[in-house]
């Protein structure tokens, strides 16, 4: 009698028994709406290939279907599920919402679903697994994910399913999945995450380690990026998940004026593995650059927190370190630079710790050049100087016609007249008065003219450069002379 009433109570549904258990098979019935004719009694039910659009705020419980074990909607148009819309499906251990149109899943919405051991999501719309999505369904083992539309998936996604063996994350668009699934997971066996959009760089790594450590993955996985890592197994152990390094800071600032006698460079840079920083100068890295004095550029290395730093420290400073400075990082996933100018303010001191312009000793240099040029520019002034006067003096003495005839003239009888009365002084002897002479009176054999008489007397009051001693005065001393 009790199995007569559960078998009519199925609207256009099909009952039987399946494996000891009343089933309503309600497949391709043209229900739009979940019927609540049918019986309490059934364990499970099929409604695929229906037109269920949606699944409102406590349908099944509404429809008297509490007692469920088994749940099967799959290809059902179904777009919009409720965050309530389960409730009352307390006993329900396996749930098939495959194939359908579903984009977004609130994050209570498996919240009345304690005892769900097998969820199957395939072939649906779904982008965002939310967190906690699956938190409460401690006994659930099974999830199916595969061909949908997800970019992401969160740790918290899967927070507190200790019994979870099997996930399926296959044809997706996710990424990258950033921790250690099996630590999430303990109890996972096998993973399926192959046809997805995987980005092999640092960020992966950690997943990839893991469920290659566990053996969790059996198919081939294929890497989509990075460019040097296309089409390259996750399997091959020579493929490096590597990031490539990012500068997260140069300085202290893009342009350094420098205005003590020391500066120091920073570049704070980021990268796994660990990548080699370096500062470049004049196109060479700095530190083998055969150039660079070793006593004045120096490099400190070291790496704090994931961070690698390298400041390059340049003492006594001058005018030559000027220019572009450049902070090089590099490691297996690339190349990055970033560029720092280094100005030296006009007119800062040198000494005391100002820069500025040039060191100590290269001041001392300049200023004894400087000093040293000065001395030979005056040596040569003198020297010049006096050359000329030597040779003025050497032409004068050479040439006593470069005076007029009649100024030499003139200083002649006056330095005559002097030196007569010199003599005078000397030999006071009274000269008898001078007579004149005709043209055609000989003396001694010897015509002596006016004009010779005039030239013999201007001969003989001449001295020569340099005599001490007055010399005889021609014709007068002679005639003084001849008088006696």
Known sequence: MAQEDWEKHCNKCHCLWVSGKKSANCAARNFDTIPNDLSGDIREVDFSNNFFYSLDQRVFENAHLVN???????????????????????????LDLSTNNIVTLNKYVFRPTVRLRTLILSQNRIQILEDELFSNLTYLQKVLLDHNEIETVSQETFRNLPNLKFVSLSFNKIERITFDIKEQLPKLSSLNVENNRWICDCELDIFRRSVKHNKLITDKVICSGPKRLENQSWLEDSVVFACSPKIMDVGPYSTVQAATNNVTLTCKVIGDPTPDVDWINNGLIIERDPRKDKQKYFTFKETIGGYTWNNLTIVNLNYKDKGEYKCIAKNPGGYTERNITLDILPGALTGGGIVGTLSTSTTLVIGLTVGLIILLFLVLIALFCFCRRSTHGFYSKRRPNATTSEEYINMSTGQAEIKKGLITDVNPVTKPPRTSVSPSVVSGGTEVSDVKKTLLDNESVFEGPGCSSPVAMGPDIYSARSGK
């Open 68 to 94: 469920i074990h088994k749940l099967k909607l799959q290809n059902c148009t179904i777009e919009k599920i409720h965050q309530w819309a389960f409730t009352g499906l307390g006993l329900v251990i396996e």
